[in-house]
Every structure is written in structure tokens, then in C-alpha cells.
């Protein structure tokens, strides 16, 4: 900071007090402008309408998704009713079904418990045709056999009864919110917009909550392979002079993952590639330095996640592949609820390029917080993403003071 | 304290008061506003403009945004520094970056200590005569000059809200400096 001069306190001395009278017509123009314009609608409006309009689509998407989520179990539940009768022809197509007895002596359902069977459709996934299926048939996959042998009396009704041993699934998350408290002191502000790509590396392990799901979690495990992910984030957030900012926004990822496909003559795997799509919102409180022209800081904060698109097929703890593609009807629901949170931690770096125009590169990690449904799941799943976001910080217009 | 003949009241009307008039949307009460206080902004103003017109201008500007937005003053300062704010910004408003760019030829041999104590002469100057030399200032000099060394702010605050770099702030205080120092020695000249 440079000191102040002599000239500047002279100056300062001399005119802060000092009144120079305007014309005597300014006042009359200020009348005849203010009645030609009219008072604006908005001034206090604007902020309320934004944030109600905000407000009432989230509860609107929250209510959709509950309905949603019910649908599925009613439509599931009446699937299974309905196709009670076609179990023979469901076995056909699973020779574990009517090789093996099931393990269900070992998980306590209770009595009313409704039977919701996984659809397994053959038509459905479009790269397993008739012949591997035939193949599938002739030789049952040994987890399944090793699950079996460790049941000591085994009465398994169908895969039906074991539909709240959901397979984990990436981001089936519950609802969650926490409250940042944000250390603003200053009155000038400074609105800045992100616009970010990244490249994410995802770990992803799954673990048996009891030694019965051993094999199944090692199956899902070996198969499974969710390791990338891309996403595409805009983001918007205000920040003091002294750097302390709170940015939102919303952020698409798209996680693509291999699942091999064990063809049963054991020669070769063939790969499905399982798509999650999910659409997060992030709440986070940064504080950022400059050291010359770079300017670091450090983010930390949450994400709400919400899943609405997947598309593939994972294992079941039988062997057999089971489709949960959401947009066909009829598919597995995959997720318990949609909704859920992640913990965020980062560190952004940006460099000026030109004016209120910066580069930044956030390399970043994440990861999820326990749902409030992962009682309902057989294995525990934990993921931990790491990625770095690169992209353009415009500062949008010149600071300005909150009212 | 003045005394307001013109709103029929015979004591003198504090700041809230006038607040709490202007919030009505009173004229009587913001001309009695107007009155007390555009003699200090009209003196913001014409630091800020380039002649009188142009500062009765952003003043008209400045008073207009200052009714339409009086509920926006919290009292958490005084009323007078919000409204010199307001001032200051509608100045800023129509700036145009290109003015930090130019650079003014022959203040190279100009001494770079702007610290040390004023010749005397600096104290015969009138605030007039002062106000002229800030304004002949050219444009860049100008604005950051004034927002440094006479409003306070630091060369952080000045980057962001003109959205130009510090270092741009910072050299053009310091030219600023040098010229107003050149001018007033110049002055000196013709005196002696």
C-alpha cells in the first residue's frame, strides 16, 4: 500500500469540508426528472421474487421426486404380483434360481414385507444377446455357489424377497443441510461467475456390512469399475475485499463406468458401460489471498447431490445382471431416494488474463456423506472423488455495497 | 445545524428526520436535504468531473438515486458519508477504462519524493484553485487520485471497483502525484 503523500493530505485538508453551491436550477431538474420516472416495481421485489421462484422450484422437484420414488414401489411391488405367475419362465432365464436354494434363513424381512422382485430382461440389455444368455445358463457363476454353501439352511423363495438388499449404487443420498456461518464484515462486495470443467478420478470401494455379503462385495468389487468421471460446473459467488466469498451454483457430472461382463466359457470379458448422471448443487465458503498476481484460497463447504439419470446394469448378490436403467419402464430402481450431500474441500488458484477476466484451476476432493437409507443396504459403499476444475472467474461489473 | 425556514418548523431538523421525510417521499423534506448537503457533493462532484457542467450532472444523477434509494441507508454511518458514496459511484459510472491507459509525457524528470514537506506556496493556494488543478488532471489520474487520497480508499478497493489491475491503481496515484506537483510548482514560477 503506498503511503499517504503530503499533496494527499493537503488536498484532503483543503477540500473534504469545502462547498461549492450548484446552480440554482439543479434542484427544479431534480424534481422534473424524478416525476418523469416512474419508481421502479422491483428495488425491494426483484430479490423476493428470485428467491421465492428458487425456493418454490426446489420444492417442486423434491415433491416429484418423492412421488417418483413411491411410484416405483408401487409399480415394482405390482410387478412382482404380476409375474408370480411367470417364475418359472424368470427361472428359465436364471439357472441359479432352480440350481440353488437361497440364503434367506440369514435376513430377518418382516412378515408383510412386500415381495419386489429385480427385472431381469434379456431384450433390455443391449449388448448381452440370446446366445450369452444361453450360455449364461448352462454354467451358473460360482459366487452364487459360495454364497449358497454358507447358508446352512437355505429357503429362498426367489431374488424377489431380497429387493431391500439393494446394491449400492453411487449417490444414493439423503437429504441434507447444514448451516455455514460466514464471517462477513465488510460492506464492499464483489460478484464473480465461474465457469469450470473437470476431470474427476473416482474411488469407489464397496464392503460387506456381514460376512454372508463377502462374496457378493468382491464380486461387485472385481467388476465394477468406477473410476472417471466429468463434470461442468457454473458457479456464482460474492466475496469481501478481505477474501472471504460464499459461492453457489449448479454442477452436471457424468460417471462412466465399466462393469465386465463375465461370459461364461471364462475366456473373456465383455465390458457394459453404466452411465450416472447427477446434478449437484454446491454450497461453499472460500478464503482466498493474493501472493503477487496468483491469488490462492481454500474452499470448503457441501454438496446437495441429486441422481436423475442412470443408465446400465449391476450385479446382484445372486450373480445374475440386473438392469436399472431408468428411462425403461419396468427396470430396477436403483436408488432408495436421490437426494443426498457430500462434504467438498479445495484449493483455487487463479491468474489475471485481462480485465476482471481470470484463469483458475481448483484441484479438489469430495466425499459422501452416509445416507440416511444406508441401514437398507447390504454392502457399504465409500466414495472418494478427486479431480481438478479449470475454467474462466469473470468479476461481473465493479464491486458494490450490500443495502 | 441549519436552520429550515422553508419546512415551517422552527427547530433545527436533525438527520433522521430528514430520513424519515425523505422515506415519505416529502418534497419539503428532501429539498431541505438537497439544501444541506449539495454544497459538500457538488464539491465531490466537480473533483470527479471534468468541468461544472458535467459535475451538476452526476450531482443531479447522485440526488435522484439517492431519493429513489434512501431506504438502503441503514445508519450504520452517517448520512453524509453514504451520500458522498453515492456520489462517488455515479461518477465512476460512466468511466471508461481506456482513461488508465494514457500516459502523459514529460513527468519523467519529475522528483518521485511526493512525501517530504510542501513547498510554501501550497499554502497560499485557495480550495478553487485547488478544485481547477484536480481537474485538469487527465481522467485516470484523476478518479484514482481522488478515490486514494481524498475518499481513502486503499488501491484494492479502487481495482475493484474500476476493474483495473492494483498496479495500474498504484502508478497512476503516483503520476497523479507528480503532476499536481509539477502544476503548483509551475505556479510558483509565475508568483515569484
Same mark, same amino acid.
Given at each position: @500500500?503506498?503511503?499517504?503523500?503530503?499533496?494527499?493530505?493537503?488536498?484532503?485538508?483543503?477540500?473534504?469540508?469545502?462547498?461549492?453551491?450548484?446552480?440554482?436550477?439543479? #434542484?427544479?431538474?431534480?424534481?422534473?426528472?424524478?416525476?418523469?420516472?416512474?419508481?421502479?416495481?422491483?428495488?425491494? #421485489?426483484?430479490?423476493?421474487?428470485?428467491?421465492?421462484?428458487?425456493?418454490?422450484?426446489?420444492?417442486?422437484?423434491?415433491?416429484?421426486?418423492?412421488?417418483?420414488?413411491?411410484?416405483?414401489?408401487?409399480?415394482?411391488?405390482? !410387478?412382482?404380483?404380476?409375474?408370480?405367475?411367470?417364475?418359472?419362465?424368470?427361472?428359465?432365464?436364471?439357472?441359479?434360481?432352480?440350481?440353488?436354494?437361497?440364503?434367506?434363513?440369514?435376513?430377518?424381512?418382516?412378515?408383510?414385507?412386500?415381495?419386489?422382485?429385480?427385472?431381469?430382461?434379456?431384450?433390455?440389455?443391449?449388448?448381452?444377446?440370446?446366445?450369452?444368455?444361453?450360455?449364461?445358463?448352462?454354467?451358473?457363476?460360482?459366487?452364487?455357489?459360495?454364497?449358497?454353501?454358507?447358508?446352512?439352511?437355505?429357503?429362498?423363495?426367489?431374488? !424377489?424377497?431380497?429387493?431391500?438388499?439393494?446394491?449400492?449404487?453411487?449417490?444414493?443420498?439423503?437429504?441434507?443441510?447444514?448451516?455455514?456461518?460466514?464471517?462477513?464484515?465488510?460492506?464492499?462486495?464483489?460478484?464473480?461467475?465461474?465457469?469450470? $470443467?473437470?476431470?474427476?478420478?473416482?474411488?469407489?470401494?464397496?464392503?460387506?456390512?456381514?460376512?454372508?455379503?463377502?462374496?457378493?462385495?468382491?464380486?461387485?468389487?472385481?467388476?465394477?469399475?468406477?473410476?472417471?468421471? +466429468?463434470?461442468?460446473?457454473?458457479?456464482?459467488?460474492? !466475496?469481501?475485499?478481505?477474501? #472471504?466469498?460464499?459461492?453457489?451454483?449448479?454442477?452436471?457430472?457424468? @460417471?462412466?463406468?465399466?462393469?465386465?461382463?463375465?461370459?461364461?466359457?471364462?475366456? +473373456?470379458?465383455?465390458?457394459?458401460?453404466?452411465?450416472?448422471?447427477?446434478?449437484?448443487?454446491?454450497?461453499?465458503?472460500?478464503?482466498?489471498?493474493?501472493?503477487?498476481?496468483?491469488?490462492?484460497?481454500?474452499? $470448503?463447504?457441501?454438496?446437495?447431490? @441429486?441422481?436423475?439419470?442412470?443408465?446400465?446394469?449391476?450385479?446382484?448378490?445372486?450373480?445374475?445382471?440386473?438392469?436399472?436403467?431408468?428411462?425403461?419402464?419396468?427396470?430396477?430402481?436403483?436408488?432408495?431416494?436421490?437426494?443426498? %450431500?457430500?462434504?467438498? %474441500?479445495?484449493?483455487?488458484?487463479?491468474?489475471?488474463?485481462?480485465?476482471?477476466?481470470?484463469? @483458475?484451476?481448483?484441484?479438489?476432493?469430495?466425499?459422501?456423506?452416509?445416507?440416511?437409507?444406508?441401514?437398507?443396504?447390504? $454392502?457399504?459403499?465409500?466414495? #472418494?472423488?478427486?479431480?481438478?476444475?479449470?475454467?474462466?472467474?469473470?468479476?461481473?461489473?465493479?464491486?458494490?455495497?450490500?443495502? | 445545524?441549519?436552520?429550515?425556514?422553508?419546512?415551517?418548523?422552527?427547530?433545527?431538523?436533525?438527520?433522521?428526520?430528514?430520513?424519515?421525510?425523505?422515506?415519505?417521499?416529502?418534497?419539503?423534506?428532501?429539498? &431541505?436535504?438537497?439544501?444541506?448537503?449539495?454544497?459538500?457533493?457538488?464539491?465531490?462532484?466537480?473533483?470527479?468531473?471534468?468541468?461544472?457542467?458535467?459535475?451538476?450532472?452526476?450531482?443531479?444523477?447522485?440526488?435522484?438515486?439517492?431519493?429513489?434509494?434512501?431506504?438502503?441507508?441503514?445508519?450504520?454511518?452517517?448520512?453524509?458519508?453514504?451520500?458522498?458514496?453515492?456520489?462517488?459511484?455515479?461518477?465512476?459510472?460512466?468511466?471508461?477504462?481506456?482513461?488508465?491507459?494514457?500516459?502523459?509525457?514529460?513527468?519523467?524528470?519529475?522528483?518521485?519524493?511526493?512525501?517530504?514537506?510542501?513547498?510554501?506556496?501550497?499554502?497560499?493556494?485557495?480550495?478553487?484553485?485547488?478544485?481547477?488543478?484536480?481537474?485538469?488532471?487527465?481522467?485516470?489520474?484523476?478518479?484514482?487520485?481522488?478515490?486514494?487520497?481524498?475518499?481513502?480508499?486503499?488501491? &484494492?478497493?479502487?481495482?475493484?471497483?474500476?476493474?483495473?489491475?492494483?498496479?495500474?491503481?498504484?502508478?497512476?496515484?503516483?503520476?497523479?502525484?507528480?503532476?499536481?506537483?509539477?502544476?503548483?510548482?509551475?505556479?510558483?514560477?509565475? &508568483?515569484?
Amino acid at each position: @500500500m503506498n503511503p499517504k503523500s503530503s499533496i494527499d493530505e493537503f488536498f484532503r485538508r483543503k477540500l473534504s469540508n469545502y462547498e461549492v453551491p450548484p446552480s440554482d436550477s439543479l #434542484w427544479e431538474n431534480i424534481q422534473m426528472a424524478r416525476a418523469k420516472k416512474s419508481k421502479p416495481l422491483a428495488k425491494g #421485489w426483484t430479490k423476493w421474487l428470485i428467491a421465492s421462484t428458487i425456493l418454490i422450484t426446489l420444492v417442486v422437484l423434491s415433491n416429484e421426486i418423492l412421488i417418483q420414488n413411491k411410484k416405483d414401489e408401487i409399480t415394482q411391488t405390482e !410387478s412382482v404380483k404380476a409375474n408370480n405367475n411367470e417364475t418359472n419362465e424368470i427361472n428359465d432365464l436364471n439357472p441359479v434360481l432352480i440350481t440353488k436354494k437361497p440364503i434367506s434363513n440369514q435376513i430377518n424381512f418382516p412378515e408383510n414385507h412386500p415381495p419386489i422382485s429385480p427385472i431381469f430382461n434379456p431384450d433390455s440389455l443391449e449388448i448381452i444377446n440370446e446366445s450369452s444368455l444361453s450360455e449364461v445358463k448352462e454354467k451358473p457363476i460360482s459366487i452364487t455357489e459360495t454364497i449358497i454353501e454358507k447358508s446352512a439352511e437355505n429357503i429362498f423363495p426367489s431374488f !424377489s424377497t431380497i429387493s431391500t438388499l439393494d446394491a449400492t449404487l453411487p449417490h444414493e443420498l439423503s437429504l441434507y443441510s447444514e448451516y455455514l456461518p460466514v464471517p462477513f464484515k465488510k460492506k464492499l462486495w464483489f460478484a464473480k461467475i465461474d465457469f469450470l $470443467l473437470s476431470q474427476d478420478f473416482i474411488q469407489n470401494t464397496l464392503k460387506a456390512k456381514t460376512s454372508l455379503f463377502e462374496p457378493y462385495a468382491n464380486l461387485r468389487n472385481e467388476y465394477e469399475d468406477l473410476k472417471v468421471a +466429468n463434470s461442468l460446473m457454473l458457479r456464482m459467488g460474492i !466475496s469481501t475485499l478481505k477474501g #472471504w466469498g460464499l459461492r453457489s451454483g449448479i454442477q452436471y457430472s457424468r @460417471m462412466q463406468q465399466t462393469l465386465a461382463f463375465q461370459v461364461p466359457d471364462a475366456s +473373456n470379458k465383455r465390458g457394459i458401460k453404466n452411465i450416472f448422471e447427477t446434478i449437484d448443487i454446491p454450497l461453499i465458503l472460500t478464503k482466498e489471498q493474493s501472493f503477487g498476481k496468483l491469488r490462492a484460497g481454500i474452499s $470448503l463447504g457441501t454438496y446437495l447431490n @441429486m441422481a436423475f439419470n442412470q443408465k446400465g446394469s449391476f450385479y446382484s448378490p445372486t450373480g445374475t445382471l440386473i438392469e436399472f436403467t431408468s428411462s425403461k419402464p419396468g427396470s430396477y430402481p436403483a436408488f432408495k431416494n436421490r437426494l443426498g %450431500a457430500s462434504v467438498y %474441500a479445495g484449493i483455487s488458484l487463479s491468474l489475471p488474463i485481462g480485465n476482471s477476466l481470470e484463469f @483458475m484451476a481448483e484441484p479438489y476432493f469430495r466425499t459422501r456423506i452416509p445416507s440416511i437409507s444406508v441401514d437398507d443396504y447390504v $454392502l457399504d459403499q465409500k466414495i #472418494w472423488v478427486g479431480g481438478i476444475f479449470i475454467g474462466l472467474r469473470k468479476q461481473i461489473g465493479k464491486g458494490f455495497y450490500l443495502p | 445545524m441549519i436552520h429550515m425556514r422553508y419546512l415551517n418548523i422552527s427547530s433545527p431538523v436533525e438527520d433522521n428526520e430528514l430520513i424519515q421525510g425523505c422515506l415519505r417521499e416529502d418534497r419539503k423534506y428532501q429539498e &431541505a436535504m438537497f439544501k444541506r448537503y449539495a454544497g459538500k457533493l457538488m464539491t465531490v462532484s466537480l473533483r470527479y468531473a471534468r468541468h461544472r457542467m458535467e459535475a451538476e450532472d452526476i450531482l443531479q444523477d447522485a440526488f435522484i438515486r439517492i431519493f429513489d434509494h434512501i431506504d438502503q441507508f441503514q445508519g450504520k454511518g452517517s448520512l453524509e458519508g453514504w451520500m458522498r458514496r453515492v456520489v462517488v459511484n455515479t461518477a465512476l459510472k460512466n468511466v471508461d477504462k481506456k482513461s488508465f491507459t494514457n500516459e502523459i509525457i514529460g513527468l519523467e524528470n519529475t522528483s518521485d519524493d511526493v512525501s517530504g514537506s510542501l513547498p510554501s506556496v501550497f499554502a497560499q493556494l485557495q480550495e478553487e484553485e485547488l478544485l481547477q488543478l484536480i481537474q485538469q488532471l487527465p481522467d485516470g489520474y484523476r478518479i484514482v487520485f481522488n478515490m486514494y487520497a481524498i475518499e481513502g480508499y486503499n488501491h &484494492a478497493e479502487i481495482s475493484a471497483l474500476l476493474g483495473i489491475q492494483e498496479s495500474t491503481s498504484r502508478s497512476q496515484l503516483v503520476k497523479a502525484r507528480k503532476m499536481l506537483q509539477s502544476q503548483i510548482l509551475e505556479i510558483q514560477k509565475v &508568483a515569484v
